[in-house]
C-alpha cells in the first residue's frame, strides 16, 4: 500500500503520461467507454489488503458509431490495459463512468463498492468532418471528467451507476447512469451476461453532444436546437467471457442504445439506435 499521498500521485503521473502517449488516441475510442463499462477480465481491482500492483494488457477491435447519433460506424483497434494496487486503479474499472483514468475505492465490502475517479476523452469525441450534417458545428474537444460510482453485486446479479461530470472547464456538463446485469456460466471458464442500462444527461451534456446554438446556426445554416435535460439513452448489452487459463482471456460486448426524446429528435442525429460491437482478448499478471 502507499504509505505516501506524494509517492502515489507520482506513480499516477508516471504511468499516466505512458499510458496517455500521443500515438495511443489514434488507438482508443468510444469502444473504450462500453469495455470499461462491462470488461469481465478486469473485474474492480482486489480489496485493500492485496499489497501488491496487479496488470490487465491487452487487444481490442470495436465497431462503433462515428459520432453520438452517426449513423455510420468505424472500426478501431485499441489496447486493453489496466493496473490496480489495493484501492487505487489506473486504467478503466467497470461502472466508473470514464474509459480511462485513476481513482481509488473508498469502499469495498463482499457486496459494495464505491469510488472516485478522474480521467478523460483521449480524443475528440466527434469531429466536423464525421459528417455532412455536422459542417459548421465545429468538434467537441476532449475534457477532464470526475466520477462517483458504485456497484452492488450477490451472487449472479449487479447494478452499477455512475455520476460523471466536466471538470476540465469546458462546461460540457454532466451524466448520470445506471445499469443492471445477470450472469449465467454454462460451462466451466465461460460467463454469459446481459443487462439494460439508462443515461441521464444534463442540459450542458446534451446541448454539446445534440444541440446548435447561435454560432453554429450561423455557421451551419441550420436552425438553433437547445434540447433539455432528460434521458439521453436506454438501451441493453449482452457479453460472453472465456477463462482460457489464470492469465489469459477472451471476450465480447454487443450493445444497442436508443436515443430518447431531444437527443434523438436532434437534427445532429442521423440514427436513433447506437450499435456497438467489440472483441478483446486480456492478460492478467
Not at 9 to 33: D, E, N, V
Not at 127 to 138: I, M, P, T, Y
Not at 164 to 178: A, C, E, N, P, T
Request: aromatic share 10%.
Amino acid at each position: 500500500m502507499f504509505t505516501d499521498s506524494n509517492a502515489f500521485r507520482k506513480t499516477c503521473m508516471t504511468l499516466r503520461q505512458r499510458l496517455f502517449h500521443p500515438m495511443i488516441p489514434t488507438l482508443l475510442t468510444g469502444a473504450l467507454a462500453l469495455l470499461s463499462a462491462s470488461l469481465a477480465l478486469a473485474e474492480e481491482p482486489a480489496a485493500p489488503a492485496d499489497d501488491s500492483w496487479q496488470f490487465t494488457a491487452g487487444l481490442g477491435v470495436g465497431s462503433i458509431p462515428k459520432y453520438p447519433g452517426s449513423a455510420e460506424h468505424k472500426v478501431r483497434a485499441f489496447p486493453v490495459l489496466a493496473a490496480n494496487r489495493g484501492r487505487y486503479f489506473i486504467g478503466g474499472v467497470p461502472g466508473a463512468g470514464v474509459p480511462a483514468g485513476i481513482g481509488a475505492f473508498v469502499i469495498t465490502d463482499p457486496h459494495w463498492r464505491v469510488g472516485l475517479g478522474i480521467g478523460g476523452d483521449l480524443e475528440k469525441p466527434r469531429k466536423e468532418s464525421d459528417a455532412e450534417r455536422l459542417r459548421g458545428l465545429g468538434d467537441i474537444d476532449g475534457t477532464v471528467l470526475g466520477a462517483v460510482f458504485a456497484s452492488y453485486s450477490d451472487g449472479w446479479f449487479t447494478a452499477r451507476g455512475n455520476v460523471v461530470g466536466d471538470i476540465g472547464g469546458k462546461h460540457q456538463g454532466g451524466r448520470l447512469s445506471f445499469d443492471v446485469e445477470g450472469k449465467y456460466s454454462p460451462a466451466a471458464g465461460l460467463m454469459l451476461s446481459a443487462g439494460p442500462g439508462v443515461t441521464w444527461a444534463s442540459r450542458s451534456a446534451m446541448q454539446t453532444y445534440f444541440g446548435i446554438d447561435e454560432q453554429q446556426a450561423a455557421r451551419s445554416g441550420r436552425a438553433v436546437y437547445r434540447p433539455r435535460s432528460g434521458i439521453e439513452s436506454v438501451g441493453f448489452t449482452v457479453g460472453a467471457d472465456y477463462q482460457i487459463d489464470k492469465q489469459w482471456g477472451i471476450g465480447t460486448r454487443v450493445s444497442t442504445r436508443s436515443l430518447q426524446r431531444d437527443a434523438a429528435d436532434s437534427p445532429v442525429t442521423e440514427k436513433k439506435a447506437q450499435n456497438r460491437v467489440v472483441v478483446f482478448t486480456a492478460y492478467r499478471f
